[in-house]
């Protein structure tokens, strides 16, 4: 029965996240209309069979928005996150692996800036090298990688431990051998659990950031970017409600779909 | 008490955030002297002199620019531990003054939201736990995914448009009365209320799973009794320890819901700041949150040496 539940839920989390990124990668032929295309004469038209969700203060058509938008938020925020993952994993199995100064200097590293407020490195950065996405991002990359790297550090020690590892070297195994087919496939589920969290995380600093202007400048679409431009026109709430819904469905979908895997390899573990 | 492990490792801590100040405080010196026109020019601009080359070099002298930049930064860091940072180009006024009056403001809006998230994350979790397979239970756990996923600033914007707009119950915005004070900080606190009543329901049930708790049912004391007596100090720990965690996120959700609300502290200052090149105020406000948060990181780690025994002797029991 519980496992029905949880491969239900997975099911439903799954089929959420590929519809939204689907819709998102098909934007071209999903809507016909310029995302960026201002029509003063069309300010807040209603649900139409030519704007499907109407349009906002400007006349542009909120679907376009919204599909082009979500290239830009689940895109990027999905580029952050990969490269954080393989550059924190890379450098936490190594650390893990060679142990000694280099391996405490990451682990006190990880402990100071583990809590360290994000928008304070944000600013500097976007202060010295101007506002935009691809700064934001690169402020970003800065502290998430460590995480991975304290995660797989901590994985990579527990398996270095093993029997089997010792029994893999005694069969003539070189380290790198050993470390690329034998502890990176162990550690490679707990990575996944802690990658699909903390996309939840990035997509919404990410939006959260360009809400604020220091991300996606306009007038690229962004769905934090475009809750911001609702904000003037509270009376009209489709400009705010679909992008704030569209967020929320992939960041709730990431974040049970990583719990669940977790459950799954603890449980497995016992 | 207080061996030789937990000093160390409490001094251990201690340096590294120490040195985390200062990288930042580099950071934030380099950040004005990187300026897009130096600091010269820009000093010229705040006063509203003519931009003449020899008032700019003696600016230059006046300034000390000339000299190498560790001599710079050795006097600058002098100028800030005696509190001067400069005057906002946006107003004229020090630096010092504007964050003080900012931080009034975010100090009121983030301790409010710390208080939201102790109480409420007790009382939730305590239910969930307390219900733990029942409809309360599954109610609340949906609560706490709706919670952590919730972008603050839609969030901010929803709890507006239903409590300000449509039932006129509380404020739009500013910062007036403590009417004002509510729906900002709920929404600052509402992912960490999710995030600790989830932590203290598991903490709860594996506390109610020990031994010592069925020794002291089985001598009579009553299950609200041992609840409130023993379970709840005991899984009260993982919320101490965590709380640092989370501190500096607190610090940057605030950015976003000062924004929403039009809240007058820190981060709405910043952004506004970032947005009119306002130097002075932007490395104001940078090291402003760094010794604020490496400060409270280190109360807290003493906070939980202090009270956790088990702790302060490094795990060892």
């Known amino acids: 029965m519980r496992k029905r539940g949880r491969k239900v839920t997975a099911a439903c989390c799954a089929g959420c996240l590929t519809f939204l990124a689907a819709a998102c990668l098909l934007a071209p032929v999903l809507s016909s209309c310029d995302p960026n295309l201002v029509n003063p004469l069309k300010k807040f038209a209603g649900m139409s069979r030519e704007h499907p969700l109407g349009t906002d203060y400007l006349g542009r058509d909120l679907l376009a928005r919204l599909l082009w938008g979500g290239r830009n938020t689940l895109g990027y925020a999905a580029a952050v996150t990969a490269v954080s993952a393989v550059i924190g994993t890379g450098v936490g199995m190594i650390s893990g692996f060679l142990g000694g100064a280099a391996d405490r200097l990451l682990m006190r590293g990880s402990d100071v800036l583990r809590a360290f407020p994000g928008v304070v490195l944000v600013l500097i950065i976007v202060s010295i090298l101007g506002a ?61 659990s802690v990658l699909s969290v903390d996309f939840g995380g990035a997509l919404l600093s990410i939006s959260g950031y360009s809400f604020l202007g220091l991300g996606i400048l306009p007038p690229e679409p962004e769905w934090g970017m475009m809750i911001s431009d609702g904000r003037s026109y509270m009376d009209k709430p489709g400009m705010m409600f679909w992008p704030g819904i569209c967020i929320l469905i992939v960041v709730i979908s990431v974040n049970v779909l990583g719990d669940l895997l977790r459950d799954i390899l603890e449980e497995k573990r016992t | 008490m207080w061996n030789n492990f937990a000093l160390r490792q409490i001094g251990r801590q201690l340096t590294g955030l120490l040195v985390l100040l200062f990288f930042v405080s580099v950071a934030a010196f380099v950040l004005v002297r990187l300026l897009p026109g130096d600091a ?34 050795g006097k600058w860091m002098i100028q800030v531990f005696k509190g001067d940072l400069g005057f906002s180009y946006q107003t004229g006024r020090p630096v010092t003054e504007e964050l003080s009056e900012d931080l009034r403001y975010t100090g009121a809006l983030a301790l409010t939201a710390l208080g939201w998230v102790l109480v409420l994350s007790l009382i939730l979790g305590t239910f969930s736990a307390g219900h733990s397979g029942g409809a309360v239970d599954m109610m609340i756990r949906i609560f706490t995914f709706l919670g952590s996923a ?59 799973s020990s031994p010592f708790v069925l020794h002291a049912r089985s001598r009579g004391f009553s299950k609200r ?39 007058p502290g820190l981060g709405r200052m910043c952004v506004d700041a970032v947005a009119a090149r306002n130097y002075p105020m932007i490395q104001g406000y940078i090291l402003l949150l760094s010794v604020i948060f490496v400060t409270a990181n280190m109360l807290c780690d003493l906070a939980c040496a202090a009270f956790h025994p088990r702790l302060r002797a490094g795990g060892r029991t």
């Open chain 1, 132 to 192: 935009g996405i691809g700064n934001v991002c690169i402020a970003l990359l800065l502290t998430r990688w460590i995480w991975y790297a304290r995660m797989a550090r901590n994985l990579t020690r527990e398996e270095l431990s093993r029997p089997s590892i010792l029994a893999g070297r005694l069969a003539g195994s070189g380290w790198g051998a050993i470390l690329i087919h034998h502890v990176f496939p162990a550690i490679l589920p707990q990575m996944l």
């Open chain 2, 40 to 73: 010269a020019t820009a000093y010229l601009n705040s006063i509203n002199a003519p931009l003449t080359e020899e008032a700019i070099e003696e600016v230059e002298k006046e300034l000390g620019l000339d000299a190498p930049l560790p001599v710079q930064y």
């Open chain 2, 150 to 208: 919730m972008p603050k600033f839609w969030l901010g914007f929803l709890a507006v448009s239903l409590f300000s707009l449509r039932w006129k119950l509380l404020p739009v915005q500013g910062a007036a009365t403590w009417k004002h004070l509510i729906l900002p900080s709920l929404t600052l606190a509402c992912s960490y209320i999710a995030t600790y009543t989830k932590l203290l329901r598991n903490s709860i049930l594996e506390v109610q």
């Open chain 2, 225 to 263: 009794f041992v609840l409130v007596r023993h379970v709840i100090p005991n899984a009260m720990t993982p919320v101490f320890t965590t709380l640092g965690l989370h501190l500096g996120g607190i610090l940057s959700g605030s950015v976003i819901v000062e924004n929403v609300f039009a809240w």
